[in-house]
Every structure is written in structure tokens, then in C-alpha cells.
């Protein structure tokens, strides 16, 4: 989700350490095993199945499972006793994640994901092996990317459906799986559409950073493990408050780390938003600023250099941006630190390290 993502280091990157402690996770990847193994029984009565499951399967393999283990980490703090429910329920998140990733990485023209190819990159290579022209075979990889997003998107809302809970509790959950899905789509559309229109607002940019990111990695899965267990409204609204604050901050550092960070830190080519006129918590604070005009001339620039770069870095440092970006991050962790405050004591013990966590992030400088 250009994701998701803060979620770059969410989900792969050991310097995030929103994982610390991290909830036991061996219900979820079972769920997504039999996920899986449905999948590809249900599939191969059509065709040939394997290719687009196996590529499916890799793209949901190898993360951190921060969703999954918000869901479990709320239910286990207010009712400490699993139901198979809440493992559909973290795996359904889980896959909602990779059906948003996969479709993600073709509107950001990514054919790699950490250095491996992803689901658009494997059939791409698996085209041009069977001797696609070059534009032809990336259009087969996106096409195939595509397919399998919406298997992925379809197998999140049929584990929502089918999970063993109340019919109330289970139409409160497809909300809010509907909820998060619309809120990404919004937040997409708005993210590729803020390099056509006016300059952004820092505000501008928080809402697009809540609607793409906030609502399905935090706020939803917190939401969901709250209603499996019963709370009542008044906690399903903080975590809502708190989730969407955390997840503000936490994309508005990821836009600090696109600029100063080194790709093997955060998975992305260096400066990508920079290099593809995306509007960020950055750019907007830069534009503003008195020295724009000596990097404003690259804004948009594919192919920046290594001066380039050192110099887009030096006027944004020296001119405050990051800084000011910095300071919409800190209000934003104060935010989510109020609401966390107003929560049961068992529901701040557990959700405290994942403050902790996104306001101890290294931004890069």
C-alpha cells in the first residue's frame, strides 16, 4: 500500500520492534495453512492451480504478522482464553494484508518486494521464459498479480464469514473488514492522485495516511479482537482513536525514513516517493520551506543520483522539513498515548510496547 507501507519495517524489518513480545502466533499459521491448502484443492478443479497459489502463498510468508497479532493481542488482554474464531479472525487480516500488498506493488510498478520478486515479478519472469516480448510479459505479471490479490481478498472475508462467533459479533466483524477494505481503497486512489492535484496539506496527508494505512493495520485488528471478546463500545472507540494516531505517526516516519534511510533499511529504492512526485508529510513541510526552490527541479525525477540525493537530503534536514514532519509524528504518538491511557489496565499493559515501539523509531538521522 505504496504500502501498507510503514510497513515495510512492520511487517519485515527487525528495527521496527513492534514485535517485542509478540503474541503466540501457531493458531494463525495453521488457519493460513488450511487456507491454502483449501485454496489449491478448490482451484485445481478449474485448471492449473499451482503456479498462482505457490505465488500467493510466498507473498503471505516471511512477515512480522503485526495484524494477526493486534487481533490476539487485544482478545488475550481482555478475555484470556482463545477461540478458534479469533485465529479466522487474525488470519483473515493476515490475508487481507498480502491481497493489499500484491495489488499495491503493481500501482507502484514493483516487481520486487525485499530484494525477492513478488507475485507480478514471478509470472513476469515465468512470461518472458516462455518468450512474452517485454511490455507483454509485464503485463501478464500484473494481470496474474491482480487474480491473485483478489484470492487473497476473497479467502480474508470468507474466514470472517465462516468464523465460529455469535451472527452479531460476525456481521460487527464483516463491518469491519469492510470498513478497512473501503478506507485502503480511498486511501490508494487518494495517494496516486496527490501527484495531479493541488499541494497537500499536512492534514491532507494525515487523512490519506489513516485511510491507507491506519484503519487496516491498526485500528481494524484491534477493533475485531475487542469484539470477539465482548468489550464494550466505549473500548472498541479508544482502540479505534488510539490505532488511528499510531498508524499516522508510524507512515509519517516511514515518509522520514524514504528520504534519509538506505534501501536495505526500509525494502524501497531510495527517495521513491521523491522520485515519483508522491505527496508526503515531508514534502509538504519542504515545499513551505525557503530552500525548495534548490530541490523542487528534482521532485518528480526517476533517475536521481548519488548528488542528487545528498542534496535533496541536506536542503530537507537544514530547511526543517524533517524536523516539522517529525513534530506531526510526535502529536500524533501524544494522541494515541491519551487514548491508551482511557483502556482497561490489562488492555494498556499489552498495547503499551506497541506505543512504545512506534515512538521509539529511528526516523534515520
Known amino acids: 500500500m505504496t504500502r501498507a507501507t510503514p510497513t515495510a519495517d512492520l511487517d519485515h524489518g527487525a528495527s521496527s520492534g513492534l514485535h517485542d513480545g509478540a503474541e503466540d ?18 482451484a485445481a478443479l478449474f485448471g492449473d492451480a499451482d503456479p498462482i497459489v505457490d505465488a500467493l502463498r510466498s507473498a503471505s510468508s516471511g512477515g512480522k504478522n503485526v495484524r494477526p497479532d493486534l487481533v490476539l493481542r487485544v482478545h488475550r488482554a481482555l478475555i484470556d482464553d482463545d477461540s478458534d474464531a479469533v485465529f479466522d479472525v487474525a488470519a483473515a487480516f493476515e490475508l487481507l494484508h498480502t491481497a493489499l500488498v500484491v495489488h499495491d506493488d503493481i500501482i507502484d510498478r514493483d516487481w ?29 505479471g500484473a494481470s496474474a498479480a491482480i487474480i491473485a490479490g483478489d484470492l487473497a481478498l476473497a479467502g480474508a472475508l470468507r474466514l470472517i464469514a465462516t468464523a465460529r462467533t455469535t451472527d452479531v459479533r460476525r456481521g460487527r466483524l464483516l463491518d469491519i473488514m469492510n470498513t478497512a477494505v473501503i478506507a485502503s481503497a480511498i486511501g490508494e486512489l487518494a495517494d496516486i492522485e496527490h501527484p495531479l492535484g493541488v499541494p497537500a496539506t499536512a492534514d491532507v496527508i494525515a487523512h490519506s495516511h489513516r485511510a491507507k494505512t491506519s484503519v487496516y493495520t491498526f485500528e481494524a485488528p484491534m477493533q475485531a479482537g475487542a469484539v470477539l471478546a465482548g468489550a464494550s463500545e466505549y473500548v472498541i472507540e479508544q482502540l479505534r482513536e488510539f490505532g488511528q494516531h499510531l498508524g499516522i505517526a508510524y507512515q509519517i516516519r516511514d515518509d522520514i525514513a524514504g528520504i534519509l534511510d538506505d534501501e536495505h533499511v526500509t525494502g524501497k529504492p531510495v527517495a521513491r516517493d521523491f522520485r515519483s512526485a508522491k505527496q508526503t508529510a515531508v514534502t509538504v513541510h519542504a515545499k513551505n520551506g525557503a530552500r525548495w526552490s534548490e530541490v523542487g527541479h528534482l521532485f518528480g525525477k526517476h533517475d536521481l543520483n548519488a548528488a542528487d540525493l545528498a542534496q535533496i537530503r541536506s536542503v530537507l534536514v537544514d530547511d526543517g522539513a524533517i524536523e516539522s514532519a517529525e513534530v506531526d509524528a510526535r502529536h500524533h504518538l501524544a494522541a494515541a498515548t491519551d487514548a491508551l491511557n482511557r483502556m482497561p489496565t490489562r488492555l494498556k499493559r499489552r498495547l503499551g510496547p506497541v506505543l512504545i515501539a512506534a515512538g521509539t523509531r529511528s526516523p534515520g538521522y
Open 25 to 42: 502466533l501457531t493458531g494463525v499459521h495453521h488457519r493460513l495453512r488450511d487456507f491454502f491448502s483449501h485454496l489449491r484443492t478448490q
Open 112 to 140: 520486487s518486494r525485499r530484494g525477492k520478486p513478488n507475485v507480478a515479478g514471478l509470472f513476469q519472469a515465468r512470461a518472458s521464459a516462455m518468450g512474452l516480448s517485454s511490455g507483454d510479459a509485464e503485463h501478464h
